[in-house]
């Protein structure tokens, strides 16, 4: 049978001389992001309290956000995780280390145990461990890797089948092909979800990019995407921005047509922005404004970006819980994303509460 599940805001399981296992709970009402997490709960084991007792408990942790943090993700704790925690198929599961002694099926075959809907990795790991292989790509809606800043020339092997298969998992729930989610897992709230891609490389081409953008700009939906994406070939950016008029031949042109909405519903919005003047944030480069692209790719400078986004806002007779049939924003990068952490940084913020705190048993 089953094990009961421990519906949990936020879990956090950090391995180090002792585990500690916390409890979060989220206030809804908070301003400041450092209070955020209040009413937390502490409880510490030596390893060998954690795999004899807490691993047997009849129940498992199946919180929102499951973040675990060590040093070495390796088999024995690989194995003491698949005890306590349940599948994450509605949940984010977080996970910061610094080596990887798992090999990529161990590795692989963890995250389809778990099946997260959102993976977040982050810490000093080889990144090139992670690869299309590696992620539960069936079952997953969004995806973070962090930047490691100690070892930022290390590439990981992400290609543009991950990117393209988590697009296709938002595809499947979209209103069209509702019968076919007999067949899907159960997610909460799904439509006020915001589903986000941010990887710090990705070996993407131009087929691949027109493939999932068609994906996502074909059916009115009221979901909410990002995909954001580093150490693109300038390139690829120069294709893309040159052949943006490609983009009219599918999606909210058609249901202009339709009648589904008008043409002033629907925005478009393309630039072309770098970082290489500190003192303004962005140099005049002939690829700004209204002046012409560069002819050479050559030309655009290292940290040149391409922001895009498609929106089309519903009718006010339409309902909420969303204003829009679409709201998709994508950023390719030349330079790498600058972001190490997202998840876990609120969770970790938190931890400093917990030294004032008297210890409590669980």
């Known amino acids: 049978?089953?094990?009961?599940?421990?519906?949990?805001?936020?879990?956090?399981?950090?391995?180090?001389?002792?585990?500690?296992?916390?409890?979060?709970?989220?206030?809804?009402?908070?301003?400041?992001?450092?209070?955020?997490?209040?009413?937390?709960?502490?409880?510490?084991?030596?390893?060998?309290?954690?795999?004899?007792?807490?691993?047997?408990?009849?129940?498992?942790?199946?919180?929102?956000?499951?973040?675990?943090?060590?040093?070495?993700?390796?088999?024995?704790?690989?194995?003491?995780?698949?005890?306590?925690?349940?599948?994450?198929?509605?949940?984010?599961l977080a996970l910061e280390m610094n080596i990887c002694s798992l090999g990529e099926s161990a590795l692989g075959d963890f995250f389809k145990h778990l099946s997260p809907f959102g993976l977040h990795l982050a810490g000093r790991f080889d990144r090139s461990i992670i690869c299309d292989q590696v992620l539960p790509l069936s079952s997953l809606y969004g995806l973070f890797i962090g930047l490691n800043h100690t070892d930022m020339d290390i590439r990981t092997r992400v290609s543009g089948i991950t990117v393209r298969k988590i697009v296709d998992n938002w595809y499947n729930r979209y209103p069209d092909i509702r019968k076919d989610l007999q067949n899907l897992p159960s997610i909460p709230n799904y439509d006020l979800r915001d589903f986000v891609i941010e990887i710090p490389d990705c070996d993407l081409d131009y087929t691949e990019f027109f493939a999932f953008l068609k994906e996502i700009i074909r059916v009115p939906h009221c979901t909410r995407e990002f995909?954001?994406?580093?150490?693109?070939?300038?390139?690829?950016?120069?294709?893309?921005?040159?052949?943006?008029?490609d983009l009219d031949m599918v999606g909210p042109a058609e249901w202009v047509e339709e009648g589904i909405c008008s043409v002033e519903d629907v925005e478009w919005s393309s630039s072309l922005s770098c970082c290489c003047d500190n003192d303004h944030g962005f140099a005049n480069h002939n690829y700004f404004m209204d002046q012409d692209l560069a002819r050479d790719p050559a030309e655009m400078c290292e940290t040149v970006q391409l922001n895009l986004s498609i929106s089309v806002l519903k009718s006010e007779k339409e309902l909420l819980p969303r204003r829009s049939l679409l709201d998709f924003w994508v950023t390719l990068k030349a330079d790498k994303i600058n972001q190490v952490k997202v998840l876990p940084e609120a969770v970790l913020v938190a931890t400093t509460v917990l030294r004032k705190r008297r210890r409590t048993k669980p």
């Open 1 to 92: 049978l089953p094990k009961p599940e421990l519906k949990w805001d936020i879990a956090q399981l950090i391995f180090g001389r002792r585990i500690t296992l916390l409890r979060c709970r989220r206030s809804a009402f908070t301003r400041s992001r450092k209070r955020a997490l209040e009413k937390m709960e502490k409880w510490e084991f030596t390893e060998k309290q954690f795999s004899s007792e807490f691993t047997n408990y009849f129940f498992v942790m199946v919180p929102e956000q499951m973040y675990i943090k060590c040093k070495d993700f390796d088999h024995n704790k690989e194995a003491l995780i698949r005890k306590c925690v349940g599948p994450l198929r509605s949940s984010v």
């Open 227 to 245: 995909i954001i994406i580093g150490n693109v070939p300038k390139t690829l950016i120069h294709y893309i921005h040159s052949n943006l008029s």
